[in-house]
């Protein structure tokens, strides 16, 4: 089962704001949200195990350099 965190919890996971983690997210280079709900108001949330794999990919570039 999929587990989905706020986009706080993403922020505090890779120690950004949260406000910086959509920013990354809006230009392609963080996971996509998931809107959870309908109109403006709708919650984003972010899948948990996107946001490993991209931490996993940026340990990857770290250590291939």
């Known amino acids: 089962m999929l587990q989905?965190?706020?986009?706080?919890?993403?922020a505090?996971?890779?120690?950004?704001?949260?406000?910086h983690v959509m920013r990354l997210s809006r230009s392609g280079n963080f996971?996509?949200?998931?809107?959870?709900?309908q109109g403006a108001?709708?919650?984003v949330r972010f899948v948990a195990s996107e946001i490993e794999d991209w931490l996993?990919?940026?340990?990857?570039?770290r250590d291939s350099v």
Do not use: D, M
């Open 41 to 43: 108001n709708a919650a």
């Open 31 to 37: 996971p996509k949200p998931v809107r959870v709900g």
């Open 12 to 19: 505090r996971l890779v120690g950004f704001h949260p406000e």
């Open 56 to 61: 996993a990919g940026k340990l990857a570039e």
């Open 4 to 10: 989905l965190i706020s986009k706080k919890e993403a």
